[in-house]
């Protein structure tokens, strides 16, 4: 059975991904919709698979793990879901992250990069998507990777035929204009593309501030709340 809600959320999230995409000369079908499932259950994945989403965002692996198995075990949609890490990822998880993600768009410092490629030389055939997070803030004990460090960063990914450099993901600050948080990190992307004209994605856009990201730019927007209400366990 649809849950009714839940559709009605999601057409409607789609909806202003559109008008948002029109806004900016692209169409809806230039931004991807990661719907971040995290404190959710399995079974809110199971009626998204029902609506005819498969990209599903998680940043706890402890969360992520089981629910990614369990949704493995009991889908019956048709549909393969792609998991999207997007939550700051310890070293020690790479190893059970790269069994169920796709994609990764956290990739925010040397010392997880380095667990990276030491984990996927072990697993040859794996592959793992990835997306360079930036540190907008200017303060270097935040997390993310300095706009100026970006392309020695980029290199340094590029290293690894394995992992596949998408491009650069942010997350705009509270309290601070979302239009100067988006633009940096179009300016940014824009770098990069110097570097790896492929890498030419922008993850960047939550619920809150998703139509602003999309017109600077964003191809991957990030939505929970908007789509799934209100967290059912914190
Ligand atoms: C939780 C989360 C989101 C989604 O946030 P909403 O405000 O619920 O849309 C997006 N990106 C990251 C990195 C998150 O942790």
Do not use: C
């Not at 340094?156 to 035929?161: I, K, M, R, S």
């Amino acid at each position: 059975m649809v849950n009714q809600e839940l559709q009605s959320r999601l057409i409607e999230v789609q909806s202003r991904i559109d008008v948002a995409a029109t806004k900016s000369g692209r169409s809806k079908d230039d931004v991807e919709l990661i719907i971040v499932t995290k404190n959710n259950p399995a079974q809110l994945v199971f009626d998204l698979l029902e609506l005819g989403q498969s990209n599903f965002g998680e940043n706890r692996n402890q969360e992520a793990e089981p629910k990614a198995l369990e949704v493995a075990k009991g889908n019956t949609s048709g549909l393969t879901p792609t998991w999207h890490f997007v939550g700051q990822l310890q070293s020690n998880k790479v190893r059970s992250v790269l069994e169920y993600a796709a994609v990764l768009h956290s990739l925010d410092r040397l010392s997880l990069l380095t667990e990276l490629k030491k984990q996927l030389a072990k697993e040859p055939g794996l592959r793992l998507s990835v997306f360079i997070e930036l540190n907008l803030t200017g303060d270097a004990n935040r997390g993310g990777v300095q706009p100026a460090n970006l392309l020695a960063f980029a290199e340094q990914v590029l290293e690894t035929p394995q992992l596949e450099l998408m491009g650069v993901m942010g997350v705009a600050g509270l309290g601070v204009s979302p239009e100067g948080e988006f633009q940096r990190i179009a300016d940014a992307s824009h770098n990069l593309r110097s570097l790896a004209p492929e890498a030419k994605y922008i993850s960047a856009g939550m619920s809150g501030d998703f139509e602003i990201a999309i017109e600077f730019g964003a191809t991957h927007a990030r939505i929970g709340t908007a789509i799934t209400g209100p967290r059912q366990y914190p």
